[in-house]
T-cell receptor, first 113, second 109 residues
Framework: IAGITQAPTSQILAAGRRMTLRCTQD?????MYWYRQDLGLGLRLIHY???????GKGEVPDGYSVSRANTDDFPLTLASAVPSQTSVYFC????????????FGPGTRLTVL | GQNIDQPTEMTATEGAIVQINCTYQ??????LFWYQQHAGEAPTFLSY??LDGLEEKGRFSSFLSRSKGYSYLLLKELQMKDSASYLC??????????WGAGTKLIIKP
């Protein structure tokens, strides 16, 4: 692994289903982030984690949950998917939470029908 | 509210120079970032400005005026591979990144 990986690359999901998007980084970065990107809008922060064991809510957290059991992994869970959660999801990491540049994973394209 | 404004789309010719503007209104300021994003790919870091002035990095330069809430990204000697979206983001007083919607740059031969 080099950098940040995300899985799956893309997914089509029926509304009401539960889905976990995976994100793993091997840079030993303390901070990790989940964003969604929708056409015509800027990246919007869903949840973040400044260090293992802690998480926080971003701008659009409703319908999503995260956990940070260790430094490397930061999964994002949709408990019961809805069509408005159709989006491209990017995971990012930074060496330190508040002051460092963020580096992005390749993204997951999610379609909820 | 917090707001980042960028033009939606710009067109330029291969070999030319283009300037992409970004204006911002945020609660506090702790730096401004420019990212490049090719279609279907992840954003990649281009530049960071926290003090007024011009930062040059090869063909790309970024300028900041904090008093005017304004930045621009200058791309010189344009190449076809520069066709991408360019995202402006400002770190606010809570050290959260506020993102613009991005400027799609189309390069024509």
């Amino acid at each position: 692994i080099a950098g940040i990986t995300q899985a799956p690359t893309s997914q089509i999901l029926a509304a009401g289903r539960r889905m976990t998007l995976r994100c793993t980084q091997d840079m030993r970065h303390n901070a990790m982030y989940w964003y969604r990107q929708d056409l015509g809008l800027g990246l919007r922060l869903i949840h973040y984690s400044n260090t293992a064991g802690t998480t926080g809510k971003g701008e659009v957290p409703d319908g999503y949950s995260v956990s940070r059991a260790n430094t490397d992994d930061f999964p994002l869970t949709l408990a019961s998917a809805v069509p408005s959660q159709t989006s491209v999801y990017f995971c990012a990491s930074a060496r330190e939470g508040s002051t460092d540049t963020q580096y992005f994973g390749p993204g997951t394209r999610l379609t909820v029908l | 509210g917090q707001n980042i404004d960028q033009p939606t789309e710009m067109t330029a010719t291969e070999g030319a120079i283009v300037q992409i503007n970004c204006t911002y209104q945020t609660s506090g300021f702790n730096g401004l970032f420019w990212y490049q994003q090719h279609a279907g790919e992840a954003p990649t870091f281009l530049s960071y400005n926290v003090l007024d002035g011009l930062e040059e990095k090869g063909r790309f330069s970024s300028f900041l005026s904090r008093s005017k809430g304004y930045s621009y990204l200058l791309l010189k000697e344009l190449q076809m591979k520069d066709s991408a979206s360019y995202l402006c983001a400002v770190r606010d007083s809570n050290y959260q990144l506020i993102w613009g919607a991005g400027t799609k740059l189309i390069i024509k031969p």
